[in-house]
């Protein structure tokens, strides 16, 4: 699934992620009304809202974006209404060509995050195999240390997917644990150690492990060590756009043959028509292909 | 709710929390007969064996045991259909009288874990708040800092709720980042210093914070320095029983007035039918209880 993004992405010429993290703010007006007529002011109502929304934004960017990134817990803050919309939005990707990243951030002790891994593995019942979930990447959280993440390498070694190691993340307050340091090395680059360790075994062909990382466009000289760190290891860089990363900054995340990232951007795509008086509600889906082409022509330069 | 927590242990004299992680392998083979011929070979039938499963432990409990805690993942794993089982042993949970702590150990930037918060603050649309998961705690990762904890933090306030922090996670590898040190003082100690730091405008009025803590008790001695650091914070323990935990290391997480501490243990408890032949499949109920008799015996020594 590693080679499977990289040919995707070159294919496209577009290393974007176009993250699908709806809220109530961002629907349009009309839709809103829409579905509270049809199911009441309910968690059932905002999970028609989301498809609907996110649906008609795939279509307008599947020819030129590789990648959705759904964020679990916009879904799940809606309950199990919400979180079927989640797993509607990530099969309807599938459908329409997307690479699925779901980004959970789950990461437990080891016989749980083997319950989790489910989520790239599948769930066998009985023998047979079901696959609940339809993404082909997931985010996982490192604190837990290697039996908390060994159960999600066998699941991508296994099903040929992909997960995104937390190494650095985007927030502003991601240093207070991850820059700590640890005999003069800081916490992200001993996570980034880890990363590379436990993705050795899990090699591509085109020269990347299905053990990726999650590298923070905010914080561009910490990326740019995990790089110098994780010659192998595929990047999703969060951070581009609304919460200030450039892309400047992220080109020196990528590889010499311009490989090896993939950036996310979520409001600045999918809210794009609330932040031009060029576009009315009904334009949401157009406003985010312009946000789309704007964000591949700003990240290749 | 830490308050509530602290009382309800105190009324019962059991500082135990049943985990309640159905797998399918533990479901009684009739159980799992009956619900497969209902229901196919599905997740819907799994999942309503999970909650056949877990309402007749609960039902034998609730007058010995103050408090739940279903680890999300075992339902996650079976897609929608597992995770609606989750939010009805939750809610079930409260109906017979328990504190439900949700096993979820979510954790993400500020936007994200405001969404994720919903858990314990609830949801609101259009002016009318939905508790839509039932849980008085969960537990929360903290490897992003600060700006991923406040919001939980907010909604513990704002709705008296609770979470659990991870500091010292009771599984073998949990050392490999948790442990390292810096200048001097280990990872999960400086993690011990920012709960302290987090909770310190959340007291109850027993002398807890609502920002509680989880030490597992696989590891005593880091478990008892973090009990030091941590004087007026509760503390989650898990790792009793199956993963090796013993009561008398556990006896010195609690404070001189026997408080402080509630114990988690899942298999032991809700697969005790498995372990001893005097059980038949049908007295898997009537087994847990007489686990968590034991254990109680065993946790007040």
């Not at 699925?100 to 023998?127: L, N, P």
């Not at 999918?270 to 789309?292: L, N, P, Q």
């Amino acid at each position: 699934m590693i080679d499977a993004l990289i040919r995707r992405i070159d294919a496209l010429k577009n290393p974007t992620v176009v993250g699908l993290d709806p809220t109530l703010e961002m629907i349009p007006g009309y839709l809103k009304e829409e579905m509270f007529a049809k199911y009441g002011k309910t968690p059932e109502a905002v999970a028609e809202m989301f498809l609907a929304f996110n649906t008609a934004i795939m279509d307008a960017v599947k020819d030129i974006v590789p990648a959705v990134k759904p964020q679990i817990a916009f879904y799940e803050r809606f309950g199990i209404a919400g979180l079927a919309a989640y797993e509607k939005t990530a099969a309807l990707a599938k459908e329409k060509g997307f690479i699925v990243i779901g980004d959970i951030k789950r990461g437990d002790i080891g016989s749980t995050a083997a319950a989790y891994a489910a989520h790239i593995g599948g769930t066998e019942i009985e023998g047979e195999t079901f696959d609940l979930w339809h993404e082909d990447f997931i985010t996982v959280n490192p604190y837990l240390g290697v039996d908390g993440i060994k159960p999600f390498v066998d699941a991508c070694n296994a099903a040929d997917k992909g997960i995104f190691v937390l190494v650095k993340t985007s927030n502003p307050s991601s240093g207070e644990l991850q820059d700590k340091l640890v005999d003069g090395r800081p916490v992200y680059l001993r996570v980034a150690d880890l990363v590379s360790e436990w993705g050795k075994d899990s090699m591509g062909e085109l020269g990347y492990s299905r053990v990726c990382a999650v590298v923070g466009a905010t914080h561009p000289e910490e990326g740019e060590r995990a790089r110098e760190a994780l010659p192998h290891t595929f990047f999703l860089v969060p951070g581009y756009g609304a919460q200030g990363g450039k892309a400047e900054d992220i080109r020196r995340f990528f590889d010499k043959d311009g490989r090896g990232c993939i950036v996310n951007s979520s409001r600045g795509i999918i809210a794009a028509y609330r932040k031009s008086e060029k576009y009315g509600e009904k334009d949401f889906a157009a406003a985010a292909r312009d946000a789309a082409i704007a964000m591949q022509k700003d990240l290749l330069g």
